[in-house]
């Protein structure tokens, strides 16, 4: 069993930043591939971001794409989510979650924290 906890989120204006982390809790943290998802009110959850097992290959949804940075470290046994330029439309509830695989599906990471809410005020 893998605990992931996220932090970071927070209230910001419109064009800030925020960066987002998720602290593991097994030193097997570098067998998993590690994404990033966000589900705003009333929507379905949605990928945001994934990185693979040696921070070597990210991935990112069109509509963060240039925006936000993944990134992990293994020593740390954490994952970190950079969000410049943010916009309202960002405004959600961010998981981190483990799987065996860098993919933008859901079902396919095994492991999820609880959240950690980012709003964007206009």
């Known amino acids: 069993q893998v605990q992931l906890v996220e932090s970071g989120g927070g209230l910001v204006q419109a064009g800030g930043s925020l960066r987002l982390s998720c602290a593991a809790s097994t030193r097997t943290f570098s067998s998993y591939h590690m994404g990033w998802f966000r589900q705003a009110p009333g929507k379905e959850r949605e990928f945001v971001a994934a990185?693979?097992?040696?921070?070597?290959?990210?991935y990112y949804a069109d509509s963060v794409k240039g925006r936000f940075t993944i990134s992990r470290d293994n020593a740390k046994i954490t994952v970190y989510l950079q969000m410049n330029s943010l916009k309202p439309e960002d405004t959600a509830l961010y998981y981190c979650a483990a799987g065996q695989a860098p993919t933008t599906v859901d079902r396919r990471y095994f492991f999820w924290g609880q959240g950690t809410q980012v709003t964007v005020s206009s």
């Open positions: 990185i693979s097992r040696d921070g070597g290959s990210a």
